[in-house]
């Protein structure tokens, strides 16, 4: 069977870089993929597998055109989704673009947990994120900050990290107060450059469009018409979960990411994220999404490590 693409930048997005998505398809659908020209052919001895490998192969041609990049990891994240539901809905996970970066590149979920994330930022005042690391919660959760920034839905974006490691005492830390938090803000600076650029960053902050703060800073106040982010919220503790969920104001949406495998609270502390969820289970305008494993958009590598500590813990419990 047989798959026509003339465009060859579309070729390179389905293929991936030297052919490996299509090499990695062939392993996993027992065919034969030949690249010739604009043409693909899939050939093999068992008819189901061709038919299915070509179908696949169809559904990425049509979310390619939207000029989605498929990396290798998109490939064996929806190989994965086929083998456990016997089908998968490329167009509908890859249609939903988020944004755009300065540099011009488009920046869609990459799971349906993901999708699933988005949307709930979408609908919800506040959500969590619940996930380990590489299942971009904290990037998702700018990226949707950013939009609302531009479309005028809120006046100001507020990053907000515990700062366990200083124990939250950060007067004796060299710099003015950005320039205490910084270190621990690092992962969400990243996302907002890539986003923004680095320098129109630098004019929002100086503006105070995007206010970045550690925890304790944010008891008193009240956080109108701002888009507020928890990052590595499984380091609050329960008052201080409580007191950042009680500064939402009107016109607000709070996003809260964390990590429960990651707790560096001292012993015998409780994580305020791990509490919360049985607290605000039920109430409406209130969403928790659990991201897994299988969610990890990084380097494979980081899945595989994921999982091996996963298994390890489970065998300490044991």
Known sequence: MQLECSDPALLMRICGQDDENLEFLESKRKVRIFRRGELITVAGDEEKNVRQAHAFLSQIRDAAQNGHQFRLQDFRYMLETLHKNGHVDVASLYSELLCITYRG???????????EYVKAMEKNTVIFGIGPAGTGKTYLAVCQAVNQLKTGSVNRVILVRPAVEAGESLGFLPGDLREKVEPYLRPLYDAFFELLSPEKFARYADKGIIEIAPLAYMRGRTLNDSFVILDEAQNTTPEQMKMFLTRIGFGSKAVITGDLTQVDLPNGKQSGLRLVQGILKDIEGISFIHLQNE?????????KIVAAYDQYEASQKR
């Open 295 to 303: 969610d990890v958009v990084r380097h494979e590598i980081v899945q």
């Open 105 to 115: 590149k488009p920046i869609r979920p990459r799971t349906a947990r993901q999708l």
